[in-house]
């Protein structure tokens, strides 16, 4: 099991911006695909984004097509999620998750599915509200 922690969350107003962030201490992510999702309160979970182990396919769900970004920094071993131009409905868990099954996955799919990644972070929180 990765140990993969989420940060980054945060309270912010609507058109607001944040940057979460995915790690691994002690454990490399260069080879992983990696995933972002979210679970809003009483709602299933989501797929946001997807990055591949290279860094050159990615996937987003449509609600935040245009608006999110994924990128990833293996010399930091660290993948990231920006988030531009907020919405109240952007309000939810975001979790990070790494395929481990296989490495070097060289493409990204959407819809972005759980069943797809192996290991999950705890979550980190973000509220867009006034």
């Known amino acids: 099991q990765l140990p993969l922690v989420e940060s980054g969350g945060d309270l912010v107003q609507p058109g607001g911006s944040l940057r979460l962030s995915c790690t691994a201490s002690g454990f490399s992510l260069d080879y992983l695909r990696i995933g972002w999702f979210r679970q809003a309160p009483g709602k299933g979970r989501e797929g946001v984004s997807c990055?591949?182990?290279?860094?050159?396919?990615?996937s987003y769900a449509d609600s935040v097509k245009g608006r999110f970004t994924i990128s990833r920094d293996h010399a930091k071993n660290t993948v990231y999620l920006q988030m531009n131009s907020l919405k109240p409905e952007d309000t939810a868990v975001y979790y990070c998750?790494?395929?481990?099954?296989?490495?070097?996955?060289?493409?990204?799919?959407?819809?972005?599915?759980?069943?797809?990644?192996?290991?999950w972070g705890q979550g980190t929180q973000v509220t867009v509200t006034v």
């Open positions: 998750a790494a395929r481990t099954r296989d490495t070097y996955s060289s493409t990204c799919f959407a819809p972005i599915y759980q069943f797809d990644f192996d290991d």
């Open positions: 990055i591949s182990s290279g860094g050159g396919s990615t």
